[in-house]
Structures are given as structure tokens and as C-alpha cells.
């Protein structure tokens, strides 16, 4: 699998959009981007996946990059709920296909 | 989106003794489940892959005979954590991906044991 980098930690306000960067540069044609986010002490929570083009779904939006080595996950409207560790991951989709776990970026939303 | 349950939550136990840790998944089938070890303050580690009806496949550096994974159904891996010691007090996480019709790609996570050996 890819190896991704991270910022350690960003703050955003409450309400504001948070958005948080992930560089894949070695990322494989036939790997995707996974946006996972850890509660403490919670099991990770699956937030968002792409190939190429950009998503949308119900919790936050993922922008690829064309040449796909960068990625950013969006959180429209950030609560204080969503104070996490957020993790960026790269592999291929198959059913037995591993998802290593880099060191995330600490969001810390601020009242 | 797909359930995965693990229990216990939290276990304490003696040094020396043995403690199993299951992962079921409860809305979907799972030939692959996967186990994670987390300690304090840093990131999930991979331990191993856990194929339903076959050996699992350890990471660098685990030890299959102190881990102990068993896979016996589609919906249910075993941890194993045996003799324990202190150094082994961690955060176990399980997850599986639902390898049927409603095949995503995701893992979806169980909510964590966290394993204190005293």
C-alpha cells in the first residue's frame, strides 16, 4: 500500500469547514482513497472513498487531485463532534486488500 | 452502513493467563476480517489477516503462537492473547469488509477491547 502524509493536528471552528489534507505521491493506478476518523477510545469510523473523482456523501466531501498524489477531505460544517483523529489511506479494493494505518491528523474543533 | 460487534469491551486479567477476544460481523459475511493493536496515543497497528476457513497471515513481527486467530465462520474471528503479560494491555480493534452484494470497499470497525493485563 501507498504511504500517505499528514499534517499531526489543525484546528477549526465550530462551523466553519475543515478541511484536511493527505499526499499519496506513490499512489498506484488501481488504489483508492480511503477517509477514515477515530473517536477516542472508539473503534475508526468509515467517512469516505475515491478513485479519481471527487465524492460527496452525507458527512464530507473528498477532492482529488488530476494527477491523484493529493487528496483533501471536507467537512462542511465542522461540530464539535467531529473532534477525531482522521486517517487518510491508499489500497487497492479487494476484499483482502490491507489498510495500513499512517499516524492521522488530530482535528481539533474549537467552540 | 454494516455492523461489526466485539466483545468484551474491556477484560482484565492476570499475567499468564489467556484471553479471547471475538469479532462478528452482524448484517453481512466476512471472508476477511482484519486485526488491529493500538497503544496509547498512537495509530493502529495491523497484527494479521484473519481468512475464514485457513491460517491467518501475521504482520512482521507478531507472533502467531502468542496471537492466536481463528476464523471458523463468515461472521466470527477469534483473538486469542496468549499468556499475557503486561507489555500485552492494548487497544484490539477488529474489522471486516462485506464481501457480498453490498461490496464497497470499506471496513467497517468493531468498537475496540481494550486488554489490561496486570
Known amino acids: 500500500d501507498a504511504k500517505t502524509t499528514q499534517p499531526t493536528s489543525m484546528d477549526c471552528a465550530e462551523g466553519r469547514a475543515a478541511n484536511l489534507p493527505c499526499n499519496h505521491s506513490?499512489?498506484?493506478?488501481?488504489?483508492?482513497v480511503y477517509w477514515y476518523r477515530q473517536i477516542h477510545s472508539q473503534g475508526p469510523q468509515y467517512i469516505i472513498h475515491?478513485?479519481?473523482n471527487n465524492e460527496t456523501n452525507e458527512m464530507a466531501s473528498l477532492i482529488i487531485t488530476e494527477d491523484r498524489k493529493s487528496s483533501t477531505l471536507i467537512l462542511p460544517h465542522a461540530t464539535l463532534r467531529d473532534t477525531a483523529v482522521y486517517y487518510c489511506?491508499?489500497?487497492?479494493?479487494?476484499?483482502?486488500?490491507?489498510?495500513?494505518f499512517g499516524d492521522g491528523t488530530t482535528l481539533t474543533v474549537k467552540p | 452502513g454494516a455492523v461489526v460487534s466485539q466483545h468484551p469491551s474491556w477484560v482484565i486479567c492476570k499475567s499468564g493467563t489467556s484471553v479471547k477476544i471475538e469479532c462478528r460481523s452482524l448484517?453481512?459475511?466476512?471472508?476477511?476480517m482484519f486485526w488491529y493493536r493500538q497503544f496509547p496515543k498512537q495509530s493502529l497497528m495491523l497484527m494479521a489477516t484473519s481468512n475464514e476457513g485457513s491460517k491467518a497471515t501475521y504482520e512482521q513481527g507478531v507472533e502467531k503462537d502468542k496471537f492466536l486467530i481463528n476464523h471458523a465462520s463468515l461472521t466470527l474471528s477469534t483473538l486469542t492473547v496468549t499468556s499475557a503479560h503486561p507489555e500485552d494491555s492494548s487497544f484490539y480493534i477488529c474489522s471486516a469488509r462485506d464481501g457480498t452484494g453490498g461490496y464497497t470497499g470499506e471496513l467497517f470497525f468493531g468498537e475496540g477491547s481494550r486488554l489490561t493485563v496486570l
Open positions: 475515491g478513485l479519481k
Open positions: 489511506i491508499v489500497r487497492v479494493n479487494t476484499n483482502a486488500g490491507k489498510s495500513t
Open positions: 448484517d453481512f459475511q466476512a471472508t476477511t
Open positions: 506513490t499512489i498506484s493506478g488501481n488504489e483508492y
